[in-house]
Protein backbone atom coordinates (compact mmCIF):
# COMPACT_ATOMS: atom_id res chain seq x y z
CA UNK A 1 0.00 0.00 0.00
CA UNK A 2 3.06 2.37 0.90
CA UNK A 3 4.48 1.51 -2.11
CA UNK A 4 1.67 2.74 -4.28
CA UNK A 5 1.05 5.32 -2.27
CA UNK A 6 4.76 6.50 -3.21
CA UNK A 7 4.43 5.61 -6.78
CA UNK A 8 0.82 7.74 -7.15
CA UNK A 9 2.93 10.50 -5.46
CA UNK A 10 5.95 10.55 -7.77
CA UNK A 11 3.65 10.08 -11.00
CA UNK A 12 1.47 13.65 -9.83
CA UNK A 13 5.00 14.81 -8.77
CA UNK A 14 6.45 14.12 -12.56
CA UNK A 15 3.06 15.36 -14.30
CA UNK A 16 2.80 18.80 -12.52
CA UNK A 17 7.12 19.53 -13.46
CA UNK A 18 7.34 21.91 -15.83
CA UNK A 19 10.08 20.36 -18.34
CA UNK A 20 11.67 22.13 -21.62
CA UNK A 21 11.50 19.43 -24.58
CA UNK A 22 13.53 22.02 -26.69
CA UNK A 23 14.87 25.39 -26.97
CA UNK A 24 15.78 27.43 -29.94
CA UNK A 25 18.15 30.44 -29.52
CA UNK A 26 17.01 31.81 -33.23
CA UNK A 27 20.88 32.01 -33.97
CA UNK A 28 20.25 33.40 -37.34
CA UNK A 29 18.16 36.14 -36.48
CA UNK A 30 20.06 37.08 -32.80
CA UNK A 31 23.47 37.00 -34.44
CA UNK A 32 22.59 39.32 -37.27
CA UNK A 33 21.03 41.37 -34.35
CA UNK A 34 23.88 41.60 -32.70
CA UNK A 35 26.30 41.91 -35.51
CA UNK A 36 27.88 38.71 -35.38
CA UNK A 37 27.10 37.00 -37.99
CA UNK A 38 30.07 37.13 -39.91
CA UNK A 39 31.80 34.56 -37.15
CA UNK A 40 32.76 31.46 -38.42
CA UNK A 41 31.73 29.17 -35.29
CA UNK A 42 28.07 28.29 -35.10
CA UNK A 43 27.61 29.12 -31.54
CA UNK A 44 24.86 32.19 -30.68
CA UNK A 45 27.56 34.95 -30.50
CA UNK A 46 25.96 37.92 -28.27
CA UNK A 47 26.97 41.11 -27.40
CA UNK A 48 26.56 42.60 -23.89
CA UNK A 49 24.12 45.07 -22.77
CA UNK A 50 21.81 44.18 -25.79
CA UNK A 51 18.15 42.20 -25.54
CA UNK A 52 17.87 38.84 -27.94
CA UNK A 53 15.07 36.46 -28.21
CA UNK A 54 14.53 33.06 -27.80
CA UNK A 55 11.89 30.27 -27.30
CA UNK A 56 11.15 26.95 -25.04
CA UNK A 57 8.57 24.35 -25.51
CA UNK A 58 7.57 22.41 -22.72
CA UNK A 59 6.04 19.50 -22.30
CA UNK A 60 3.07 20.67 -20.82
CA UNK A 61 1.01 24.21 -21.41
CA UNK A 62 2.72 26.59 -19.41
CA UNK A 63 0.81 28.76 -16.30
CA UNK A 64 2.24 32.64 -15.58
CA UNK A 65 0.21 31.80 -12.20
CA UNK A 66 1.68 28.77 -11.34
CA UNK A 67 4.79 28.22 -13.38
CA UNK A 68 8.23 29.85 -13.01
CA UNK A 69 11.18 30.11 -15.18
CA UNK A 70 14.78 31.45 -14.33
CA UNK A 71 17.04 31.30 -16.45
CA UNK A 72 21.13 31.33 -15.29
CA UNK A 73 24.17 31.84 -17.22
CA UNK A 74 27.50 30.22 -16.06
CA UNK A 75 31.09 30.99 -17.07
CA UNK A 76 34.51 31.04 -15.29
CA UNK A 77 36.43 27.81 -14.08
CA UNK A 78 34.86 28.28 -10.34
CA UNK A 79 31.90 30.20 -10.73
CA UNK A 80 29.72 31.98 -8.23
CA UNK A 81 27.21 34.29 -8.00
CA UNK A 82 29.35 36.84 -5.43
CA UNK A 83 31.55 37.02 -8.71
CA UNK A 84 29.27 37.75 -11.15
CA UNK A 85 29.76 34.26 -12.73
CA UNK A 86 26.98 32.49 -12.19
CA UNK A 87 24.09 35.35 -12.54
CA UNK A 88 20.27 34.34 -12.29
CA UNK A 89 17.85 35.95 -14.92
CA UNK A 90 14.54 36.49 -13.57
CA UNK A 91 11.49 37.85 -15.42
CA UNK A 92 11.15 41.48 -14.76
CA UNK A 93 7.76 43.82 -15.60
CA UNK A 94 10.36 46.91 -18.11
CA UNK A 95 13.24 45.53 -19.66
CA UNK A 96 16.44 48.19 -18.83
CA UNK A 97 18.84 48.56 -21.38
CA UNK A 98 22.26 46.94 -20.24
CA UNK A 99 20.76 44.99 -16.82
CA UNK A 100 19.89 41.31 -16.76
CA UNK A 101 16.08 40.59 -16.79
CA UNK A 102 13.56 38.75 -19.16
CA UNK A 103 9.96 39.32 -20.66
CA UNK A 104 7.35 36.37 -21.86
CA UNK A 105 6.75 37.96 -25.35
CA UNK A 106 4.23 35.37 -26.16
CA UNK A 107 3.14 32.04 -25.10
CA UNK A 108 1.45 29.28 -27.68
CA UNK A 109 0.34 26.35 -25.99
CA UNK A 110 3.34 24.54 -24.74
CA UNK A 111 5.40 27.68 -26.29
CA UNK A 112 6.92 30.70 -24.48
CA UNK A 113 9.10 33.05 -26.36
CA UNK A 114 11.34 35.21 -24.23
CA UNK A 115 12.86 38.46 -24.88
CA UNK A 116 16.30 38.53 -22.48
CA UNK A 117 18.63 41.20 -21.86
CA UNK A 118 22.63 41.21 -20.66
CA UNK A 119 24.58 43.29 -18.32
CA UNK A 120 26.55 45.81 -20.41
CA UNK A 121 29.22 44.95 -18.10
CA UNK A 122 29.36 41.15 -17.53
CA UNK A 123 32.00 38.66 -18.00
CA UNK A 124 32.58 38.35 -21.69
CA UNK A 125 33.42 34.80 -22.91
CA UNK A 126 32.14 31.29 -22.76
CA UNK A 127 28.67 30.80 -20.72
CA UNK A 128 26.70 27.52 -20.07
CA UNK A 129 22.85 28.65 -20.10
CA UNK A 130 20.58 26.34 -17.79
CA UNK A 131 16.68 26.85 -17.38
CA UNK A 132 15.36 26.55 -13.93
CA UNK A 133 11.56 26.08 -13.44
CA UNK A 134 9.45 25.98 -10.24
CA UNK A 135 6.21 24.91 -10.22
CA UNK A 136 4.23 25.87 -7.02
CA UNK A 137 1.12 23.45 -5.96
CA UNK A 138 -1.98 24.67 -4.27
CA UNK A 139 -0.16 23.57 -0.73
CA UNK A 140 2.32 25.99 -2.05
CA UNK A 141 5.11 23.37 -2.43
CA UNK A 142 7.90 24.07 -5.18
CA UNK A 143 8.78 21.01 -7.80
CA UNK A 144 11.54 22.21 -9.37
CA UNK A 145 13.22 21.17 -12.94
CA UNK A 146 16.65 21.69 -14.74
CA UNK A 147 17.36 21.88 -18.36
CA UNK A 148 21.29 22.60 -19.32
CA UNK A 149 21.13 23.55 -23.33
CA UNK A 150 23.66 21.48 -25.06
CA UNK A 151 25.56 24.41 -26.96
CA UNK A 152 27.63 26.87 -24.84
CA UNK A 153 26.71 30.77 -25.85
CA UNK A 154 29.52 33.37 -26.14
CA UNK A 155 28.93 37.38 -25.03
CA UNK A 156 31.25 39.66 -26.10
CA UNK A 157 32.08 43.51 -26.17
CA UNK A 158 29.47 45.75 -27.15
CA UNK A 159 30.70 49.29 -28.91
CA UNK A 160 26.80 49.47 -29.95
CA UNK A 161 25.59 49.65 -26.17
CA UNK A 162 25.90 53.28 -24.68
CA UNK A 163 26.53 51.64 -20.72
CA UNK A 164 29.42 49.33 -22.39
CA UNK A 165 32.93 51.05 -21.24
CA UNK A 166 34.08 49.76 -25.31
CA UNK A 167 31.06 52.09 -27.02
CA UNK A 168 32.11 53.98 -29.78
CA UNK A 169 29.59 56.80 -31.18
CA UNK A 170 30.82 57.28 -34.67
CA UNK A 171 29.27 54.58 -36.49
CA UNK A 172 31.51 54.67 -39.19
CA UNK A 173 34.46 54.01 -36.49
CA UNK A 174 32.22 51.22 -35.49
CA UNK A 175 32.20 49.61 -39.63
CA UNK A 176 35.78 50.21 -39.51
CA UNK A 177 37.49 49.59 -36.08
CA UNK A 178 35.03 46.62 -35.53
CA UNK A 179 33.75 44.86 -38.75
CA UNK A 180 35.99 45.52 -41.56
CA UNK A 181 38.03 42.59 -41.73
CA UNK A 182 40.93 43.99 -43.43
CA UNK A 183 43.12 47.11 -43.36
CA UNK A 184 46.45 48.60 -42.99
CA UNK A 185 48.90 48.42 -40.75
CA UNK A 186 52.14 50.69 -39.94
CA UNK A 187 55.52 49.42 -39.96
CA UNK A 188 59.10 51.02 -38.81
CA UNK A 189 59.60 54.09 -37.17
CA UNK A 190 58.35 57.75 -36.97
CA UNK A 191 61.19 58.90 -39.18
CA UNK A 192 61.46 56.02 -41.59
CA UNK A 193 58.03 53.93 -41.62
CA UNK A 194 55.86 52.18 -43.95
CA UNK A 195 52.46 50.82 -44.60
CA UNK A 196 50.95 47.14 -46.03
CA UNK A 197 47.92 45.64 -46.43
CA UNK A 198 46.58 43.22 -43.68
CA UNK A 199 44.09 40.45 -43.22
CA UNK A 200 42.62 41.29 -39.86
CA UNK A 201 40.39 38.16 -39.67
CA UNK A 202 38.66 38.53 -36.78
CA UNK A 203 36.35 36.20 -37.78
CA UNK A 204 37.55 33.51 -38.68
CA UNK A 205 36.89 30.35 -37.00
CA UNK A 206 39.85 29.70 -34.52
CA UNK A 207 39.97 34.23 -34.00
CA UNK A 208 37.69 34.16 -31.04
CA UNK A 209 38.39 30.40 -29.87
CA UNK A 210 42.34 31.18 -29.94
CA UNK A 211 41.40 34.85 -27.61
CA UNK A 212 38.97 32.76 -24.97
CA UNK A 213 42.20 30.76 -24.80
CA UNK A 214 44.52 32.90 -24.17
CA UNK A 215 42.51 34.59 -21.96
CA UNK A 216 42.29 31.33 -19.80
CA UNK A 217 45.95 30.62 -19.83
CA UNK A 218 45.94 34.08 -18.04
CA UNK A 219 46.04 35.09 -14.74
CA UNK A 220 42.93 37.18 -15.00
CA UNK A 221 40.55 36.41 -12.53
CA UNK A 222 37.09 35.59 -13.51
CA UNK A 223 35.24 38.19 -12.10
CA UNK A 224 37.56 40.69 -13.66
CA UNK A 225 36.81 39.91 -17.42
CA UNK A 226 34.03 42.39 -17.97
CA UNK A 227 36.96 44.85 -17.60
CA UNK A 228 38.48 45.65 -21.07
CA UNK A 229 41.71 47.14 -20.08
CA UNK A 230 42.25 44.45 -18.06
CA UNK A 231 41.37 41.74 -20.71
CA UNK A 232 43.06 43.57 -23.79
CA UNK A 233 46.41 43.09 -20.66
CA UNK A 234 46.30 39.88 -19.61
CA UNK A 235 45.90 38.46 -23.56
CA UNK A 236 49.09 40.75 -24.17
CA UNK A 237 50.74 39.13 -21.51
CA UNK A 238 50.02 35.92 -22.77
CA UNK A 239 50.81 36.68 -26.30
CA UNK A 240 54.35 38.77 -25.23
CA UNK A 241 55.32 35.77 -23.24
CA UNK A 242 55.19 32.82 -25.81
Known amino acids: MLNCLHRMKSNNIYEVLLKPKSVELQRSLNRQ ?3 TSLYEIPNLILRRGQSFDI ?8 SEADDEIVLRFVTGRQPMQSKNTVIPVTKVRNLQPGEWGYQITSTEDKKVSLKICTGSSCVVGRYTVYIDTIHRNNDKRE ?3 RYTHPDDIFIIFNPWCGADTVFLEDENEREEYI ?4 GRIWMGTVGKFSVRPWNFAQF ?10 MLEKSELADSARGDPLLVVRAISSVVSHN
Not at 55 to 62: E, K, N, P, Q
Not at 204 to 210: R, S
Request: aromatic residues 10%; contains cysteine; charged residues 30%.
Open 179 to 182: LNET
Open 55 to 62: SITFDRTF
Open 143 to 145: EKY
Open 204 to 213: DDVCLMAALA
Open 33 to 35: AHK
